[in-house]
């Protein structure tokens, strides 16, 4: 079945350091890719998305694109604040249901 | 994101107890899903109703009970749960119904502790 597998975590990484969180993922057909954030405390929040091959989302200085070739979806952002310290989770639809990577958690220090 | 609210944010509850959580949606959305965050494990999904009808329920326990009146509400009633079933519950709202790709908005979740 469709699945998706995100890099161990957690990353601790140093303010203005760049980010670098892998997903990979398997999965019939085209389907749609997600990053979801979720802060201590809190929900998930949609965080970008892209629909198809070579799209790239982005949102709040984090980007990913979508690798049909590598079946990837790495999210990276160039200068992480501590801010941003939170778990990440990627995420595919096939069929309107949402299958989750099991979360990677970053930390940010000052 | 104030567009899916949950209620209560925090509950514990006695093994023996019913107590029911609460979502709502202020989105106009079609489509509202529970899922299940425990520690350490991904999130699972637990029930899925399109149109005020449920779509999907991936295998959960009967003590789970979900109540759907209509398209902008959702409730899980619990009853007789298990120490294993502490977890934050979260639900989620889509645009359109469910087996169609499309963006699901979370709440904040409950936090639930089953003593």
């Known amino acids: 079945g469709d699945s998706v597998t995100q890099m161990e975590g957690p990353v601790t990484l140093s303010e203005e350091a760049f980010l670098t969180i892998n997903c990979t993922y398997t999965a019939t057909g085209y389907p749609s890719l997600f990053w979801y954030v979720q802060y201590p405390g809190e929900g998930l929040q949609l965080l970008l998305k892209a629909t198809k091959a070579d799209d790239k989302g982005s949102n709040k200085g984090f980007e990913a694109t979508y690798r049909k070739e590598t079946t990837s979806f790495h999210l990276e952002k160039g200068s992480v604040q501590v801010s941003d310290s939170a778990v990440y989770f990627c995420a595919l639809s096939n069929t309107g249901k949402l299958i989750f990577g099991q979360g990677t958690t970053l930390q940010v220090k000052p | 994101e104030t567009g899916v609210t949950q209620t209560p944010r925090h509950l514990v509850m006695g093994m023996t107890n019913k107590k029911s959580l609460k979502c709502e949606q202020h989105l106009g959305h079609n489509a509202m899903y529970w899922y299940k965050q425990s520690a350490k494990k991904p999130l699972e999904l637990m029930f899925v109703?399109?149109?005020?009808?449920?779509?999907e329920n991936n295998s959960v326990p009967s003590r789970f009970s979900p109540e759907c009146p209509n398209s902008s509400h959702l409730f899980l009633h619990l009853h007789t749960l298990q120490p294993e079933d502490s977890a934050l519950y979260l639900c989620?709202?889509?645009?359109?119904?469910?087996?169609?790709?499309?963006?699901?908005?979370f709440g904040p979740g409950t936090r639930l502790t089953v003593l």
């Open positions: 989620a709202s889509s645009q359109n119904g469910a087996g169609l790709v499309d963006t699901q908005y």
């Open positions: 109703y399109s149109l005020e009808e449920r779509v």
